[in-house]
């Protein structure tokens, strides 16, 4: 009797799996497309296709009644929530921790950093031949406000270090001290905000945080600062931001948006002050040999009986 992994690579890429034949697994590649490798009842491990939509990677969970792990290689769950209610009792879903922190608090960086020296509008300058001279902003010397300190926003702190701000203050769910200092709760923002100079949003898309970027919390930025987002488009409420992009108060740092893919004509495109990349935090060459690392030590420690690590919630 065999076990079934549904993964989005196949076997063969994957240096270093526990041997199916030694293992009593099956390897099914399914990497997202309409036909599904075997039937789906039969799957134990499932781990989710990378960067797919809610509409593909969902639909297979609600026939998988042998599934024992889903391991998802995001580091937020919020795609996936929707079908955790055809699961069977007792699965555990992992995340992609260790996978994204590098990755994404690069682009975090990218962003921050292109944004303040005027990066945009130089290479606007450039593709109409105009030299655009002149004094632009430093991150040294700036106060950053990260919004959501797990393992993402601490490697975005340690990204900062070297740039001599002036301060780095943390905020998450609840509060707590790290070897770095206090980290605040949601609670403390309205004290936090009109003191940064660049926000950072890099918190899971949950309840909590859908719609915590409103109107309200846009306007306790202080003048001028810079908004940038690496956590999910929904975390900011677009229609109170985009009023404030057009007065040129505040600027904006993109990688996600609300809606996504940002259609054609949306008038985010042409708010002046805002730099938009596509979802690229974490879809560099960074990604593939980390998620094949946690892949593989994931399936050891599943066929050895080992305790599985990311692992965030348990079906009741």
């Known amino acids: 009797m065999t076990t079934d992994v549904w993964l989005p690579f196949e076997e063969t890429d994957v240096e270093g799996l526990p041997a199916a034949s030694d293992a009593g697994l099956a390897y099914r590649y399914w990497d997202g497309g309409p036909d599904y490798p075997a039937d789906p009842a039969h799957c134990a491990f499932y781990v989710v296709p990378y960067m797919k939509s809610t509409d593909v990677v969902v639909p ?3 026939a998988m009644t042998s599934l024992r792990v889903v391991q998802t290689l995001t580091a937020g769950i919020d795609a996936l929530e929707p079908g955790l209610k055809f699961l069977p009792p007792g699965v555990q879903l992992c995340n992609a921790r260790g996978v994204h922190e590098a990755s994404t608090a690069e682009l975090a960086l990218t962003l921050i950093l292109a944004s303040l020296r005027g990066v945009p509008r130089f290479v606007e300058g450039q593709r109409v031949q105009e030299w655009r001279s002149g004094f632009y902003p430093a991150l040294a010397d700036k106060s950053v406000l990260i919004v959501g300190y797990g393992s993402i926003g601490a490697a975005i702190e340690d990204r900062l270090a070297p740039f001599e701000c002036a301060r780095v203050a943390r905020v998450a769910r609840t ?10 709760s949601l609670g403390q923002l309205p004290r ?3 003191e940064a100079d660049v926000v950072v949003l890099s918190t899971p898309l ?3 945080t859908r719609g915590l970027v409103d109107a309200d919390f846009l306007a306790r930025m202080k003048d001028g600062a810079l ?3 690496v956590a999910r488009g929904p975390v900011v409420d677009t229609k109170a931001l985009v009023p404030e992009l057009e007065s040129g108060r505040l600027t904006a740092a993109l990688d996600v948006t609300d809606p996504e893919p940002l259609p054609a004509g949306h008038p985010l495109w042409g708010s002046p002050g805002v730099l938009i990349s596509p979802h690229v935090g974490g879809s560099s ?4 040999p980390r998620a094949r690392r946690l892949l593989t030590a994931q399936l050891r420690r599943y066929v050895t009986g080992e305790p599985l690590s990311n692992v965030v ?3 009741p």
Request: aromatic share 4%; charged share 15%.
């Open 175 to 184: 509060e707590r001290t790290t070897a770095r200092g206090v980290v605040h």
């Open 60 to 62: 297979p969970m609600a």
């Open 192 to 194: 936090l905000l009109p």
């Open 206 to 208: 949950t309840e909590t």
């Open 313 to 315: 919630l348990t079906t």
């Open 285 to 288: 060459s960074a990604f593939l």
């Open 227 to 229: 908004l940038v987002n």
